[in-house]
């Protein structure tokens, strides 16, 4: 069902990074990250505002962009873990054919931007400047006090085309849906952790959110109150509830420009080699485990596209249980 990992990819990537959103009104956003999820500005101008977690020294895991195209994505970025990757990860690209070019950008060594073979915009680097870590000042804490940025979740027109990919570059499972011989879920890490980049059919590749772990679970409850009083109350999504795969406790709330962003209470490890992928049979599990309702539709079909990139559908249209389609069926009495 899943396809081979290379063990000793050609370069390593080491974790998520940080991610590029463009947005229609910087100000507004900004106010959003800061408030609702309590994240902190590392640097900014009138065009583009760096943003980090309370327990992350490096110096940015979101940058939002004033852009008339707000609600696209722009990156995804991921670490290496030494700068002579990057010039293997150049090397790999090219020779597959696909993009790769250098760039410069602020606050970052050398950076590499390059696509996956769906089109997914990456941006890889080795080394960013840093700013201290905020997890014990707690006198500056706003919002749900979100510590670090986790994981990306695409929406992509094949799972088992990208799992391959991305196996091929190290990243390994720890957890999948699959129904009947069909993968329709992927769940990868780099990082020790059980998650990285997840992927799960739908048009894309399109960004279906990111993550940002908290200390305590009642933060999540918390980003959900600062969003009603701040008047995002619309936004919060999906949630408080938990997850069936990865068990963990969440909230899905969105941006003012639409982009997804999950708040959660981080998840277990997965660190030793041995450690087996736990499968999940689509017909048998709800994305909650055990109680909630399912997720409105738009959960699972709205995401956020990245500039430029044309969007394909997958063979077979996903067909999940929504809370639309599970209202209007007969409930057991």
Same mark, same amino acid.
Not at 98 to 112: I, N
Not at 139 to 145: D, L, R
């Given at each position: 069902?899943?396809?081979?990992?290379?063990?000793?990819?050609?370069?390593?990537?080491? &974790?998520?990074? =940080?991610?590029? !959103?463009? #947005?229609? @009104?910087?100000? +507004?956003?900004?106010? /959003? $990250?800061?408030?609702?999820?309590?994240?902190?500005?590392?640097?900014?101008?009138?065009?583009?505002?760096?943003?980090?977690?309370?327990?992350?020294?490096?110096?940015?895991?979101?940058?939002?962009?004033?852009?008339?195209?707000?609600?696209?994505?722009?990156?995804?970025?991921?670490?290496?873990?030494?700068?002579?990757?990057?010039?293997?990860?150049?090397?790999?690209?090219?020779?597959?054919?696909?993009?790769?070019?250098?760039?410069?950008?602020?606050?970052?060594?050398?950076?590499?931007?390059?696509?996956?073979?769906?089109?997914?915009?990456?941006?890889?680097?080795?080394?960013?400047?840093?700013?201290?870590?905020?997890?014990?000042?707690?006198?500056?804490?706003?919002?749900?006090?979100?510590? &670090?940025?986790? =994981?990306?979740? !695409?929406? #992509?027109? @094949?799972?088992? +085309?990208?799992?391959? /990919? $991305?196996?091929?570059?190290?990243?390994?499972?720890?957890?999948?849906?699959?129904?009947?011989?069909?993968?329709?879920?992927?769940?990868?890490?780099?990082?020790?952790?059980?998650?990285?980049?997840?992927?799960?059919?739908?048009?894309?590749?399109?960004?279906?959110?990111?993550?940002?772990?908290?200390?305590?679970?009642?933060?999540?409850?918390?980003?959900?109150?600062?969003?009603?009083?701040?008047?995002?109350?619309?936004?919060?999504?999906?949630?408080?509830?938990?997850?069936?795969?990865?068990?963990?406790?969440?909230?899905?709330?969105?941006?003012?420009?639409?982009?997804?962003?999950?708040?959660?209470?981080?998840?277990?490890?997965?660190?030793?080699?041995?450690?087996?992928?736990?499968?999940?049979?689509?017909?048998?599990?709800?994305?909650?485990?055990?109680?909630?309702?399912?997720?409105?539709?738009?959960?699972?079909?709205?995401?956020?596209?990245?500039?430029?990139?044309?969007?394909?559908?997958?063979?077979?249209?996903?067909?999940?249980?929504?809370?639309?389609?599970?209202?209007?069926?007969?409930?057991?009495?």
């Amino acid at each position: 069902m899943l396809p081979p990992v290379d063990l000793r990819p050609p370069f390593n990537i080491s &974790r998520t990074s =940080h991610l590029r !959103l463009n #947005v229609a @009104d910087l100000a +507004e956003s900004r106010k /959003f $990250y800061t408030t609702v999820l309590g994240l902190v500005v590392s640097d900014e101008d009138e065009s583009t505002v760096y943003l980090r977690g309370l327990a992350e020294a490096c110096h940015h895991s979101l940058v939002l962009e004033k852009s008339s195209d707000g609600g696209t994505a722009r990156r995804i970025g991921f670490r290496v873990f030494f700068d002579e990757d990057l010039d293997e990860a150049y090397r790999y690209f090219r020779d597959r054919g696909l993009p790769a070019e250098w760039v410069e950008m602020p606050h970052q060594g050398r950076t590499l931007h390059v696509s996956d073979p769906i089109g997914t915009p990456l941006e890889l680097c080795a080394t960013m400047s840093t700013r201290p870590r905020l997890h014990i000042n707690f006198e500056q804490y706003q919002g749900a006090h979100a510590q &670090r940025l986790d =994981h990306f979740q !695409l929406l #992509v027109p @094949d799972v088992y +085309e990208l799992c391959a /990919f $991305y196996s091929g570059l190290g990243f390994r499972n720890s957890e999948y849906l699959e129904h009947g011989d069909e993968l329709i879920g992927a769940f990868m890490y780099r990082k020790g952790t059980c998650l990285d980049l997840a992927m799960v059919p739908g048009d894309g590749p399109s960004l279906h959110h990111f993550a940002y772990t908290v200390s305590e679970s009642h933060d999540i409850f918390t980003a959900c109150d600062f969003a009603g009083i701040l008047g995002y109350g619309d936004g919060v999504e999906r949630g408080p509830g938990r997850h069936g795969p990865g068990g963990m406790l969440f909230s899905y709330l969105r941006d003012p420009d639409g982009h997804r962003v999950e708040v959660f209470n981080s998840h277990y490890q997965t660190i030793d080699i041995e450690t087996e992928p736990v499968r999940w049979d689509a017909t048998s599990v709800s994305t909650n485990a055990r109680w909630g309702l399912p997720a409105l539709e738009k959960w699972y079909f709205e995401a956020s596209a990245f500039v430029d990139v044309p969007l394909m559908s997958p063979a077979t249209p996903p067909s999940p249980m929504t809370l639309e389609k599970f209202l209007s069926s007969p409930q057991p009495r």
